[in-house]
T-cell receptor, first 114, second 113 residues
Framework: EAGVTQSPTHLIKTRGQQATLRCSPISGHTSVYWYQQALGLGLQFLLWYDEGEERNRGNFPPRFSGRQFPNYSSELNVNALELEDSALYLC?????????????FGSGTRLTVV | QQQVKQSPQSLIVQKGGISIINCAYENTAFDYFPWYQQFPGKGPALLIAIRPDVSEKKEGRFTISFNKSAKQFSLHIMDSQPGDSATYFCAASSKAAGNKLTFGGGTRVLVKP
């Protein structure tokens, strides 16, 4: 069974630009979660998508947004990039709405803003 | 109330020793407590998880102990091996919290041969 796949692996952007990160969940999983792992700040919840809808959002500014496609893959967009957005962005998936199932994480996209 | 506090931040243990990592939470609505293991350059991987209706769960060399009244839970790694050197995260979630996992700050474990 293929795991959660994320692309690209690495991304370098200039401050003020936009970044688009992509995630494909495990087959059969309909929930996709996005987390930011910045150095020294642990894993911070960004967004939860399920069945194509945004279900929950973490404490991040509106320039962090995303969507989920009919095939349950997901995209995270970060607009007006700031230096402090440099981090590892992790996507995870789980079966529909199961908070007590346990996520499966991808290996992440390392975003560097210069 | 969503915070999960994890200690210690780092831990060095000799091969064959026991690694113990502790977490404390505040939100009594949390009802699922997983532990994740993360190696450099990789995403976190689910190691073991517990629900509050049990006080202990063991899987191989990994054991979770759960104390509901104290709102604390811990991970014990028995017979620690160099391959266990990684960062470990505790987490907690509840349906009321919108399915999100709230993570502890992580513990970097180094097992010396």
């Amino acid at each position: 069974e293929a795991g959660v796949t994320q692309s690209p692996t690495h991304l370098i952007k200039t401050r003020g630009q936009q970044a688009t990160l992509r995630c494909s969940p495990i087959s059969g999983h309909t929930s996709v979660y996005w987390y930011q792992q910045a150095l020294g700040l642990g894993l911070q919840f960004l967004l939860w998508y399920d069945e194509g809808e945004e279900r929950n959002r973490g404490n991040f500014p509106p320039r962090f947004s995303g969507r989920q496609f009919p095939n349950y893959s997901s995209e995270l967009n970060v607009n007006a990039l700031e230096l402090e957005d440099s981090a590892l962005y992790l996507c995870a998936s789980s079966p529909t709405g199961r908070h007590n199932y346990g996520y499966t994480f991808g290996s992440g996209t390392r975003l560097t803003v210069v | 109330q969503q915070q999960v506090k994890q200690s210690p931040q780092s831990l060095i243990v000799q091969k064959g020793g026991i690694s113990i990592i502790n977490c404390a939470y505040e939100n009594t609505a949390f009802d699922y407590f997983p532990w994740y293991q993360q190696f450099p350059g990789k995403g976190p991987a689910l190691l073991i998880a517990i629900r509050p209706d049990v006080s202990e769960k063991k899987e191989g060399r990994f054991t979770i102990s759960f104390n509901k009244s104290a709102k604390q839970f811990s991970l014990h790694i028995m017979d620690s091996q160099p391959g266990d050197s990684a960062t470990y995260f505790c987490a907690a979630s509840s349906k009321a919290a919108g399915n999100k996992l709230t993570f502890g700050g992580g513990t970097r474990v180094l097992v010396k041969p």
